[in-house]
Each structure stands twice: as structure tokens, then as C-alpha cells.
């Protein structure tokens, strides 16, 4: 591993998630914090318009208009595809070097606690989620291999990952998961300052760290006319991360009926109930849990 | 008390409020569950446009334009005042009777279980509430005198009332709240029809009622240039209707300083962290317990 020499904070890559937003104004008020001595970190506000708005965008997701294609596709002139090109422009400046890592600061409906969302089984990033995990439980790690092609900004570089914290509703804060997020973002810088100085924090040698690796996604149960005909099961409300059993009540209509899961195995559901989802035909993703030696 | 002839249930008021959206959508699909033999129910989506956006509002707040004002004035014409024109025109028809009971559904982010609001302290309203908070302990009653004049729809009738559930955040389902909804509704519609019946569900008659009064609201501290820079303080969070005394904390800044309430009497904070309310330069509504014989 080469050293770290820039660092990316992202905040309001959706507009209405205000977590990020509000810590990534602060650290550009207060740069101290996120100043480190062996790296140049660098805070940055996504969707600008969107966050003026209080909306998740204003034409489309910003956070699916970093594919290989649209940046280079000059023909697309919606705020979110200009936003994204300009986004590129600061991260990737031409002539001089790239960042080496984003860490791109979202929230969720979901009960996802502090999740760490990765696009592959780095190394260097499976150690600091694992550093990460052990000094706080509350830090999941998701592995979501799809993703790499789906324009999310964290694709940008090898090191970028996405902060997934929740439940908390669009369009507030929640202090105690705010203080969580910002002092998990102290921790990482602090992780990069040690890497750079040859003082990897360390952690248990034989740490097996749990990874939740993606399977697929469940819509909701929908009529002919899209319209949704299910929530999700209070059974399942809130529990992001833990077992969901063949059998086990998955949905309930509004006449009251339950819906079952009959996949053939225990899977690990996230993102469960994300309100911007709905549109996108998501309920939840599916995931299986499993232990990586790292 | 005449009989009851008329109930108007409203959903979707506010476009991103589905509890009360799928309710008023199942009652349309069917009927049955809202007809009693001594009165007529109808069951009403508010704001149409909004719905299907997914917003609060199109371009103003709906449930802000029934004053008397706005609904005579003809030179209004955003969506939101000409929808208000024709919901007033569905619920008060020219030469026909009006509706005698508006139900007006709403879901909050902050966590008001089931709460009830009137707009003063109606004794049929005040009886209706002492019955539905004795059967289920999770109701709450709220009065908000000042609200009369502020253009809801709940104004527009003299048993016109708010069902506000939480917390659930914009754009999505909760299950648990949209049954004990659901029930809660039932349970009044068969209150209505046991009074019209002479039946009127009896309760402990030296009862006394538990009311929430409206004192006032309270903003977050905020920049000269309007920017909030303070949280909800994490021992406020989700304590709707409790008791913040003086010296107890409200706020925390983003840097971490706590800000203490700074009244002078014990008070009852509701609506706490409500995010349509940021924009109001409202971070919760301060109210007064007082017990009432009904």
C-alpha cells in the first residue's frame, strides 16, 4: 500500500439526507478536524442544488450519474449529470493527482446503524473495517460488488466506500447518530495517519471480521398498476442486519395479511423500509452473512 | 348534540404522509370498512398533485389554505389553492348539507403515538377523546386554540380534528402505526355511531382527561444568515409529551454544546424534530398538562 495523500469527505450526495451535509459545512467551518498531518483532507458538499431544495435530487440520483459512460457523454446536461462531471473535475483534477480515498456520507430509514458499504473485498479496506468494527459494534460492513457499475460516486477510486448511517428520516438530524458519524470519521482519518506513519493501529491478529455480502433485492408486493399492496412486516421493521428464516412473516397488507420470506436459506436483510427506495422498486436488499479472517 | 350525518376521512393533506394516503386508499377500495348504518363516511385524498410527487406540497402547504380569506379570494391559483377550493366545495357543497366531522390524517416524524388535535375544547370532541385515550393509553390530546385561524382543514367544521401519528418518516409505511390508525379510526367511527344510536360508549364517569394546551413554539438556534446550528438534544429526541423542566437540555451544537431550556415552568414538548417544520422555524411545539373532568 502506497501512502494516502488525499482524502475525500462527501456529504449530500443526496440532498435531504442532512447528516453528511451538516458535518461536511462543519468541517469545512472548522478544517482542523479533518486536518491530518501525513494527508490533505478535502470536504465537499454532492448535490448543491438538491440540498438547497431538501430534496434527495432535483432531475435524477446524482449518486447513479457516475458511470464511465455519462461522464464522458457531453450530451447530458441535467443539473445532476453536470454536477457529477464537475464532481469528477475536483476529485480527479486533470494534470495533477486523484484523490486515493472518498468516504461519501449518507443516511437511511433503515436501522443500518453505522454501515460501511464497500464495492469489493480490498484488503486495506477489509483491515479498517475491521479495525473500525472492533473499536465500535455498531459498525457493520456490506459488501456490494454490483455496485461497481452503477455509477455511485464511491466507484470513483479503489478506496472509496460509502458511511450508510440510520434510522433517521430525510430531511433532519439525529444529534447522537450525527456525534456517532463524526467521531467514525475521526477514527478513519486517524486509521490513514497511522497507515502513512507506520503505526497501523492493531488489531487482534486472528480477527474474523462479518462481512454482509449482497444478494439481490425484494420489491414490495405491487398491484398490476404498480401500485405497492404490502409494508413491511413489523416483524422485520427495524431489524437491518439480522435473520430472516423460510417462513418468517416478511410483509403485511393493509387488509392485514401476512406475506412470508420463502427463499430456501436464512438470509440478512438491509435497507429495509428506505423511503427513497420505493421508487426504485426496493424493500430490501438481501444479504448473507459471513466471516472473513482478516 | 344533533345526530351525525356526514364524516369526512382525509388522507394525503400532505403528499408524503402515506399512513394517511393508503388508509383513505383502502377505504375507497373498500367502503364497507367505513360505513355505519346511522351516518355516511367518505373517504377523500387531499392533495393530489403532492401524492403523486411525493411531497408535502406542490407549491404552498394545503393544509395552511382554508382561511376564509383564501378560499373566497379568486385570484389564488396555485394547485394547492385551487385544490382547497374544491375540497371545501366536496365537503360544504352549495344547497346541500356539509359534513359534520373531519377527520383529517397526518403522520409526523416526531413521536406522538396517536395523537389527537383539536382546536378547542370542544366538550363532544373532549368526551370523544376521554373514551378513545381510556380504551387505548398511546392517544393523546392536543389542543391547539390558535389554530383556528391558521387555514387548516380541520377548520372548517366544528368537529373537525387531526389524527397525527409518529414517528414515521416522509415517504414511507410503518405497519404498526397504520393498524393501530386504522383502529383508532373504527373506534371512532363506531363512537359516532353509538351516539347517534343513544348508545354513547360509556366511560368512568368522574374521568379526567389528560389535554395538552399549545403555550407556544420554539425554533433551533440559528446563523444570521437563517442556517440551524443546533440538534435536537439526543435526551429531547422521540420524548414527545414528557416533561422538560428548566435546566434540562434542548439543544446540542454541531461542535457538541449542549444548550439548556431556559423557561421558567415545567413544559411538554411535542412535535420535537418534526422535518416539514424546519422550514417553519419550528423545532418543537412547548405545551402545558393540565387535567380535565369530562
Known amino acids: 500500500m502506497n501512502q494516502i495523500e488525499r482524502v475525500a469527505i462527501v456529504g449530500g450526495n443526496h440532498g435531504n439526507e442532512l447528516t453528511g451535509v451538516h458535518l461536511v459545512k462543519m468541517f469545512q467551518q472548522y478544517p482542523n478536524l479533518i486536518n491530518r498531518s501525513s494527508f490533505e483532507t478535502l470536504a465537499l458538499l454532492g448535490n448543491l442544488k438538491a440540498i438547497e431544495a431538501g430534496k434527495r435530487y432535483i432531475d435524477k440520483d446524482l449518486n447513479r450519474c457516475f458511470t464511465n459512460q455519462g461522464l464522458q457523454n457531453p450530451q447530458l446536461s441535467s443539473y445532476e449529470d453536470t454536477r457529477a462531471k464537475a464532481i469528477l473535475q475536483i476529485l480527479q483534477p486533470q494534470n495533477q493527482p486523484s484523490v486515493d480515498v472518498i468516504v461519501d456520507l449518507h443516511s437511511t430509514t433503515a ?16 483491515r479498517l473495517g475491521a479495525y473500525l468494527s472492533s473499536i465500535n459494534p455498531m459498525v457493520k460492513i456490506f459488501i456490494n ?13 479503489e478506496l472509496g466506500f460509502v458511511i450508510e448511517v440510520g434510522a433517521v428520516a430525510q430531511n433532519i438530524l439525529n444529534a447522537e447518530l450525527f456525534h456517532q458519524t463524526e467521531q467514525l470519521i475521526y477514527a478513519i482519518l486517524d486509521y490513514f495517519e ?28 405491487r398491484s398490476d398498476r404498480g401500485e405497492i399492496q404490502a409494508m413491511i412486516h413489523p416483524q422485520l421493521q427495524f431489524r437491518d442486519y439480522q435473520p430472516l428464516n423460510p417462513g418468517d412473516p416478511m410483509f403485511v397488507t393493509f387488509e392485514g395479511k401476512d406475506i412470508f420470506y420463502e427463499g430456501a436459506s436464512t438470509v440478512y436483510p438491509i435497507f429495509i423500509n428506505e423511503a427513497a427506495y420505493y421508487e426504485k422498486g ?13
Chains 1, 2 share one sequence.
Not at 112 to 119: H, K, Q, R, T, Y
Open 145 to 157: 460488488q454490483e455496485s461497481r457499475e452503477g455509477g455511485f460516486l464511491r466507484s470513483l477510486c
Open 111 to 126: 436501522n443500518m446503524g453505522l454501515s460501511l458499504i464497500f464495492c469489493d473485498l480490498h484488503p486495506f479496506l477489509l
Open 194 to 221: 497511522g497507515c502513512n506513519q507506520g503505526n497501523i493501529p492493531q488489531i487482534n491478529s486472528t480477527l474474523t471480521l462479518t462481512l454482509y455480502q449482497y444478494i439481490g433485492t425484494i420489491d414490495y408486493p
Open 282 to 294: 426496493i424493500a430490501m436488499y438481501l444479504t448473507q452473512k459471513q466471516q472473513q479472517v482478516v
